[in-house]
């Protein structure tokens, strides 16, 4: 009588904590399979976009490496595209040695705005190729040359008051340049570079965007940072390069800025319309700073702006930038990539592993409960049975 009242009390209970085990880990396996199947759901279309794009733009490039018609522009993005496809690119290496021959000579067209230079420098220095230069010296003392002092760099002409047009400072041409240099580790002194992030500071609004100049808020006529959402993404990846952290209050406004562009499908208050230049560069920000879900959000958008040829066109731009828009675009594409739960040999071990712990602690946790209730009925037992008797009789 006693085992089978002891039967009852504990088997039951053990029957239910197992029946628990077996759901739980029948969960988690299928939970995280799901997410690494939503993961691995956005790739086709993001590698098939950017194969047509890398198609175009190899199909572009002309005999000696450069793009279009005034190639210092749109050459470096192209080029960093081709090479992070394949660094074994012969494109890419023939577009790399006239970037380089480009910057080597002070009277080419590279050589007239800090952006310029900058950009051309910051592709050198992201493929590993600036040994290509012949002075990396000379380069980097010319683009120090563009700062005012103590504050940014010039390149863009403004129309002054009396209707002649002078260079000035701008967000574009600084966040540009310190990007470069700091990518092709070009020297510049501690002083000269916090004077300059403290001009980029002195342009940001209230809304974390950054204006184009200290009375300009943006002009489309700037190839690099046509509009206020481009400039933000461009000033966030410079801020990066130099140390700046997810955390600082200027970092966190301009990323609160970006993300509310990805609901409003990266438009400006002035055209309402998509902007893909600016959406890569929001793209390789968030990645940079770690917000991979407003990454992959913005990758997502210019998935739908790609024409039929495989390229890529900003409505900001005419049709003989169309290489800029892709290259860098296609520099997105390649680098924003989503992360499954597979992406390695230590991923499967890592899901069995979890798996495999929680279902320890569920069966010790059952085992632990299952000796407290023999104990229990162990010792509640001969009462009982005393109790049984007597009414019997």
């Given at each position: 009588?006693?085992?089978?009242?002891?039967?009852?009390?504990?088997?039951?209970?053990?029957?239910?904590?197992?029946?628990?085990?077996?759901?739980?880990?029948?969960?988690?396996?299928?939970?995280?399979?799901?997410?690494?199947?939503?993961?691995?759901?956005?790739?086709?279309?993001?590698?098939?976009?950017?194969?047509?794009?890398?198609?175009?733009?190899?199909?572009?490039?002309?005999?000696?490496?450069?793009?279009?018609?005034?190639?210092?522009?749109?050459?470096?993005?192209?080029?960093?595209?081709?090479?992070?496809?394949?660094?074994?690119?012969?494109?890419?290496?023939?577009?790399?040695?006239?970037?380089?021959?480009?910057?080597?000579?002070?009277?080419?067209?590279?050589?007239?705005?800090?952006?310029?230079?900058?950009?051309?420098?910051?592709?050198?220095?992201?493929?590993?190729?600036?040994?290509?230069?012949?002075?990396?010296?000379?380069?980097?003392?010319?683009?120090?040359?563009?700062?005012?002092?103590?504050?940014?760099?010039?390149?863009?002409?403004?129309?002054?008051?009396?209707?002649?047009?002078?260079?000035?400072?701008?967000?574009?041409?600084?966040?540009?340049?310190?990007?470069?240099?700091?990518?092709?580790?070009?020297?510049?002194?501690?002083?000269?570079?916090?004077?300059?992030?403290?001009?980029?500071?002195?342009?940001?609004?209230?809304?974390?965007?950054?204006?184009?100049?200290?009375?300009?808020?943006?002009?489309?006529?700037?190839?690099?940072?046509?509009?206020?959402?481009?400039?933000?993404?461009?000033?966030?990846?410079?801020?990066?390069?130099?140390?700046?952290?997810?955390?600082?209050?200027?970092?966190?406004?301009?990323?609160d800025f970006l993300a509310g562009t990805i609901s409003k499908n990266?438009?400006?208050?002035?055209?309402?319309?998509?902007?893909?230049?600016?959406?890569?560069?929001?793209?390789?920000?968030?990645?940079?700073?770690?917000?991979?879900?407003?990454?992959?959000?913005?990758?997502?958008?210019?998935?739908?702006?790609?024409?039929?040829?495989?390229?890529?066109?900003?409505?900001?731009?005419?049709?003989?930038?169309?290489?800029?828009?892709?290259?860098?675009?296609?520099?997105?594409?390649?680098?924003?990539?989503?992360?499954?739960?597979?992406?390695?040999?230590?991923?499967?071990?890592?899901?069995?592993?979890?798996?495999?712990?929680?279902?320890?602690?569920?069966?010790?946790?059952?085992?632990?409960?299952?000796?407290?209730?023999?104990?229990?009925?162990?010792?509640?037992?001969?009462?009982?049975?005393?109790?049984?008797?007597?009414?019997?009789?």
């Open positions: 009588m006693r085992g089978s009242l002891s039967e009852r009390v504990t088997l039951p209970a053990l029957k239910s904590a197992l029946n628990a085990t077996i759901w739980i880990i029948i969960l988690l396996t299928l939970s995280m399979v799901s997410s690494t199947r939503f993961a691995n759901a956005v790739s086709p279309s993001q590698a098939s976009a950017a194969k047509s794009a890398l198609n175009w733009l190899s199909s572009n490039e002309k005999a000696d490496g450069s793009f279009e018609d005034f190639p210092q522009i749109p050459t470096p993005g192209a080029a960093l595209a081709l090479w992070l496809n394949n660094s074994g690119s012969p494109q890419a290496a023939k577009s790399f040695n006239w970037i380089a021959s480009q910057l080597d000579n002070s009277s080419s067209y590279a050589w007239g705005e800090a952006d310029i230079p900058g950009v051309m420098l910051y592709a050198l220095g992201a493929s590993n190729n600036v040994g290509l230069l012949h002075n990396l010296a000379s380069v980097s003392s010319g683009l120090r040359a563009y700062q005012r002092e103590s504050s940014g760099f010039i390149g863009y002409y403004a129309q002054s008051p009396d209707g002649s047009y002078a260079q000035v400072a701008t967000s574009v041409d600084t966040a540009m340049a310190l990007w470069g240099m700091s990518q092709a580790n070009s020297p510049i002194s501690y002083e000269n570079r916090t004077f300059a992030i403290n001009y980029l500071f002195s342009l940001q609004n209230t809304d974390g965007s950054f204006n184009l100049t200290s009375t300009i808020s943006q002009s489309y006529t700037d190839a690099l940072g046509p509009e206020p959402i481009s400039v933000t993404g461009l000033a966030l990846l410079t801020l990066k390069a130099a140390n700046y952290t997810k955390n600082d209050n200027h970092v966190s406004r301009a990323l990266f438009t400006t208050i002035g055209d309402h319309e998509g902007h893909v230049y600016s959406a890569a560069l929001s793209a390789l920000a968030f990645q940079a700073y770690g917000r991979s879900v407003q990454a992959l959000s913005s990758i997502g958008f210019i998935l739908t702006q790609q024409n039929s040829d495989g390229s890529f066109l900003d409505v900001a731009r005419g049709s003989h930038l169309k290489t800029l828009d892709t290259g860098w675009v296609t520099i997105a594409l390649e680098q924003v990539q989503p992360r499954p739960l597979f992406s390695s040999i230590l991923s499967p071990l890592v899901f069995v592993g979890v798996v495999i712990l929680a279902g320890v602690v569920v069966v010790v946790g059952v085992v632990v409960v299952y000796v407290l209730l023999r104990r229990r009925a162990a010792k509640s037992t001969p009462s009982s049975g005393t109790t049984f008797t007597i009414s019997t009789h």
